[in-house]
């Protein structure tokens, strides 16, 4: 498959057609030098619910990180598929996880003994997964991977921004938008995804699979997105504009005249 870099900005979303899926780090708010020192503005998690009920609840937040973390940002009362779709939670509550494998828990103990002997390097825990952060120590990255390939067995083992990760294996961003556009009141509706990462390439293939689109966010590269915006603060003016139109579109017809 050959893959187009020059991508035009995307058509705003149709809230009676479209179920939007958004990615988190990247996509919503801006990468931090740390997991958790990304900036949550309230205006952004006050758009998301304004979009949710725009949607008729046809927004989920499709991420890497586990829910609850996502939930401790503000994005409780959201559909969210987390941890890479090995686990995910219906806006209603109703929630479904892969079990956690012994595996993980073996990587985990190198993964964190590692981070302990190395300055600048982060663990991540997660509830179906184990990361290593190398954007602060850039120089350990090899290492990082190799020990990740040593410990993969059984796992899959996932690059991203400055980190890789071991995780649960079989599933992935577009197996979690495959399975939530099978419930309602995802079901029967029309896919669009947002995301950065080379993580969310798959998610990008799902969706246009499925006659949707994809949305790359960031500079330019090889990817199966049909648009691009240039980053997170384009895709929360791209956010802020469908929400905005949606209202316009609800107000109702004036009639121009005179009057006396």
Known sequence: MVYDVTLPEPPLPDP????LFLDFDGTLVALAETPDA???????IAMLHGLDRTFAGRLAVISGRAIAVLDEFGLQGLSIAGSHGAEWRLADGTCESLPRPSALDIARKAFVAFAARHEGVLFEDKPLGAALHFRLAP???AACVDLAKEYREGLHLQYGHAMVELRVPGVNKGTAIG?????????GHRPVFAGDDVTDEDGFVAVSGLGGDGVLVGSERATAARFRLSSPAAVNEWLT????????D???HRIQGNYP
């Open 16 to 19: 009676a057609r479209d179920a």
């Open 38 to 44: 990304v900036i949550v503005s309230d205006e952004m």
């Open 139 to 141: 120089g350990q990255e």
């Open 179 to 187: 399975t939530l556009l099978q419930r309602s009141p995802f079901a």
């Open 241 to 248: 504009r469908a929400l905005q139109q949606s209202a316009e």
């Open 250 to 252: 609800l107000q109702p």
